[in-house]
């Protein structure tokens, strides 16, 4: 098992900037994939940046240029710097871990998520 504890949200003006961070803890000996998705009221949870073990990243169209995920793997956690923030971006922000393992002929996969965040943009 792998647990997240995510921080940093809260309440900020249009504008303005945030930071997010998710420390991972548990078994995380083979986690792959770490990530940003975040849900607003009445919309499904679409994904807003990913960022793999070797570092590549993955950045939604609508933030890219102005968030910024990124982590630090000695310490499994990850971040999401949020510049320019708008108020259609008010949203509870998950973390997203995947853990792979086994040989390669046969991958075994788990995903974990945080419990999620608030952020309120005011316009």
């Known amino acids: 098992q792998v647990q997240l504890v995510e921080s940093g949200g809260g309440l900020v003006q249009a504008g303005g900037s945030l930071r997010l961070s998710c420390a991972a803890s548990?078994?995380?000996?083979?986690?792959?994939?770490m990530g940003w998705y975040r849900q607003a009221p009445g919309n499904q949870r679409e994904l807003v940046a990913t960022i793999s073990s070797g570092g590549s990243t993955n950045h939604a169209d609508s933030v890219r240029g102005r968030f910024t995920i990124s982590r630090d793997s000695a310490k499994n956690i990850v971040y999401l710097q949020m510049n320019s923030l708008k108020p259609e971006e008010t949203a509870v922000y998950y973390c997203?871990?995947?853990?792979?393992?086994?040989?390669?002929?046969?991958?075994?996969?788990?995903?974990?998520w945080g419990q999620g965040t608030q952020i309120t943009v005011s316009s």
């Open positions: 548990g078994r995380t000996r083979n986690i792959n994939t």
């Open positions: 997203h871990v995947v853990v792979r393992w086994g040989p390669i002929e046969r991958v075994y996969e788990n995903e974990y």
